[in-house]
């Protein structure tokens, strides 16, 4: 198994540019998390799937932040408007059940946004 | 509101120092905590501990878990170079949150 798939590994953009962030969970996995890590703030869920259904998304930091999962085997991170504020680590990581049962992360993207 | 939070949030130390690192947390619904090191890229598992009391070890690490006063502690013993990282810890709940991490800098 190729493990869970980030990309792009890098993403430089200018401010008020969209960005779309992708990432494949590892086949079999029905629970998806998106995560933004900075110094000075952690580590922070952003949202997360289960089956495909968005469960929470009380961690998205604005309107300018959405997340698809269209089918099992993908979904999308989308900033638009992206700020310059934006620039983190975005982890993505799969699982089954919602919880640690083979919980895996992504490589991550690095964003910034100038 | 979920809560995770470790302490400290950075620690310098010599090679051979114990360092033990804290993580506390106020969950509904616990079902596990977990401790993950995370040095350039994506974090790497560590430690899933469930039941209170019981020390895991790997090496020159453990962890244990006390669900009545809800934290846990991981100790590294002898610590060299190579330990340096971000050490994080996530409780599972209904799903996965993690603590802000502690940067770990170990000298030579």
């Known amino acids: 198994d190729a493990g869970v798939i980030q990309s792009p590994r890098h993403e430089v953009t200018e401010m008020g540019q969209e960005v779309t962030l992708r990432c494949k969970p590892i086949?079999?996995?029905?629970?998806l998390f998106w995560y933004r890590q900075t110094m000075m703030r952690g580590l922070e869920l952003l949202i997360y799937?289960?089956?495909?259904?968005?469960?929470?998304d009380s961690g998205m930091p604005e309107d300018r932040f959405s997340a698809k999962m269209p089918n099992a085997s993908f979904s999308t991170l989308k900033i638009q408007p992206s700020e310059p504020r934006d620039s983190a680590v975005y982890f993505c990581?799969?699982?089954f059940g919602g919880g640690a049962r083979g919980y895996t992360f992504g490589s991550g993207t690095r964003l910034t946004v100038v | 509101e979920d809560k995770v939070v470790q302490s400290p949030l950075s620690l310098v130390v010599h090679e051979g120092d114990t360092v033990t690192l804290n993580c506390s947390y106020e969950?509904?619904?616990?079902?596990?905590l977990l401790w993950y090191k995370q040095e350039k890229k994506a974090p790497t598992f560590l430690f899933m501990l469930?039941?209170?009391?019981i020390e895991k070890k790997s090496g020159r690490l453990s962890s244990i878990l006390d669900k009545k006063e809800l934290f846990s502690i991981l100790n590294i013993t002898a610590t060299q170079t190579g330990d340096s990282a971000i050490y994080l810890c996530?409780?599972?709940?209904?799903?996965?949150?993690f603590g802000a991490g502690t940067r770990l800098t170990v000298k030579p």
């Open positions: 990581a799969s699982s």
């Open positions: 086949s079999g996995h029905n629970s």
């Open positions: 799937f289960n089956n495909n259904v968005p469960i929470d």
């Open positions: 969950v509904t619904n616990f079902r596990s």
């Open positions: 469930t039941s209170s009391g």
């Open positions: 996530a409780v599972e709940n209904n799903d996965m949150r």
